[in-house]
């Protein structure tokens, strides 16, 4: 078979980059190994939220200059950063789901257990506050689920009456979620959104609107909404205080939510969407990649003019780490590891730690390398690539996003 485009990895990189080639007329196919690190999402993308440990809030395009040169957004540079992240909120739109933010300012998120982040978007119906104002209540009602283990309403109370808002805390229940509890392991995000549907939802209204006697506002788990807002809508409109949602340990609703969203927007664009597959290698000529084999289609290889690669970094096993070597492991492309097993780490555990700024080698367009050789028609996005550290930067979203798309632009 034969594309215009292929990307290899389904998630929101893979995805967003997939979709702008779809819909620049280009024949796209991704193939996707399954579940993605959006299935960890917090509901909030993050664009730069600290350098050197200090929050950013204002102006984190205008703050660039103060990381590595070899960081993904110097090598987009700051106009045409610009220009890239504004494509997203209509991406986003696009696919169906609702969010705010903006490019000039930070929000901050309110996390699971209590403390509040800085953040570019943010889903619609979850806790964000603007970093300059007070919290908007004076009394939250927490609600959680009967037995639901998954969500931390003490550590919330904790950070939220630091902030001068008073708590209460409850447990709700309606018979359509018993079936659940056979099981502990049942008892999930996932597995309860996909029960709460119609008048389940409605039962669960009527609960939480119990609950929220007397509270400004109703702060929930995210067990709503798997495949679409209107169970989330369709409780907001029961109950008589707003009710706001928290993400949980994953899987988490939202991030199914926005991987399904995205996956179905890029079908309705033509793209050829290959779900559960691997790729296990490729054939080169002369610096470029001419098809590639996947574990299901065996020897039935799959060419394109181009490639895009966004298979993640070590959670998503885009790199491999073993005793001897950390390597990518599909086409073997160059990474900037340096030194033995030992200096990968630092002993100590809050520490900044090496590996995390490890990734794929590539030149000013994100092609990478491999074996000292640019390859013309391959690029690399997302947490795969070298320079960055998402965790302590705050930034594993927003480079995600801008490589994809700055991948894409170099397509179409």
Known sequence: MRFDTIVIGGGLSGLVSAI?????????????????????????????????????????????????EDHPYRKIGEEKLRELLGKVPGIISDAGLKCTGSLDRNHLRLTPLGFLKPAWLTLGDYVSFAADQPLPWKKVALVNIYSYLDFYPRFLEYGLKKRGVECTISNVNIPQLDTLRKSTTEMRATNMSRILTDSAVDALAAEVDKAAKGADAVIMPAILGIYSDAPVERLRNRVSVPVWFVPTTPASVPGVRCQLSLRDLFIRLGGEFLPGDTVKGGYFEKNRLRRIHTVNLGEMPLEADNFIISTGSFFGHGLIAD???????????????????TEWYRKDFYASQPYMSYGVVTDSCFRPSRKGETVENLYATGALLAGFNALKEGSGAGITLATALHAASSLT
Not at 38 to 53: A, M, P, T, V
Not at 323 to 341: A, K, Q, S
């Open 20 to 68: 702008e080639c779809a819909r620049a007329g280009q024949k796209t196919a991704v193939v996707s190994a399954g579940q993605s690190a959006l299935h960890f999402w917090s509901g909030s993308f993050e664009l730069l939220g600290n350098i050197d440990g200090r929050p950013v809030i204002d102006n984190p395009l205008g703050r660039l200059g103060e990381l590595s």
């Open 323 to 341: 005793m001897e070597r950390i390597y990518e492991p599909v086409f073997g492309l160059d990474l900037n590891v340096t030194g033995g097993r």
